[in-house]
């Protein structure tokens, strides 16, 4: 009789722990199980046990015969809502430490869109260099007073304000208001 092979327990939790954004960390606060064991478990250095089992399926959201079923569909299923905590956003400061961007647009779209969520604190500047032909940038002001410079015209703007400009030319964005600056900025090139 033909024996159907046990399944790949390790790499199924490692694959739903990363379709819902978890880090390790994260996953064994949220279990119980330690970090040290659910690295050995992913990499299938160790059979955790029933209890490990269902600590697990309980914090992944999952019932433990989902885990323990065939691999069939689990590469295919992807959510539908992808979800990333506050913390996993990447985030950059100036060499001044007087602005900071978090980086809300997925790698995978770099090439054409990137978006941000920016603080820049009283003179906060971002100087940029022109990116590739036909880059725009477009800039909401959340709250504050913001002075768009593009190929050596000035525009002040204020909350509420959007600007569009060329981004593939000398540009700046620069708070010229007394209190901290919050902007969106939205990143545009070309196909």
Do not use: F
């Amino acid at each position: 009789m033909p024996q159907t092979p046990p399944p790949d327990i390790g790499q199924k939790i490692k694959l739903l722990r990363s379709g819902k954004n978890l880090t390790l960390d994260q996953l064994a606060g949220l279990s119980g199980v330690s970090k040290s064991m659910l690295s050995q478990i992913e990499r299938n250095k160790t059979n955790p046990t029933v209890a490990t089992l269902w600590s697990l399926t309980r914090a992944l959201g999952i019932e433990v015969g989902e885990l323990l079923s065939s691999d069939k569909g689990l590469h295919e299923k992807k959510p539908i809502i992808s979800l990333i905590k506050s913390h996993q956003i990447p985030e950059i400061q100036s060499a001044d430490g007087r602005c900071t961007l978090r980086i809300l647009s997925p790698l995978g779209l770099v090439s054409n869109i990137e978006w941000y969520d920016a603080k820049l604190k009283k003179e906060g500047v971002l100087d940029s260099d022109p990116h590739v032909k036909g880059t725009e940038e477009h800039l909401t002001i959340i709250k504050g007073e913001i002075e768009i410079s593009s190929a050596g015209e000035l525009q002040t703007l204020t909350s509420g304000d959007t600007a569009r400009y060329k981004a593939d030319v000398e540009h700046s964005i620069k708070n010229v208001g007394e209190a901290e600056a919050h902007v969106l900025l939205v990143v545009l090139s070309p196909k």
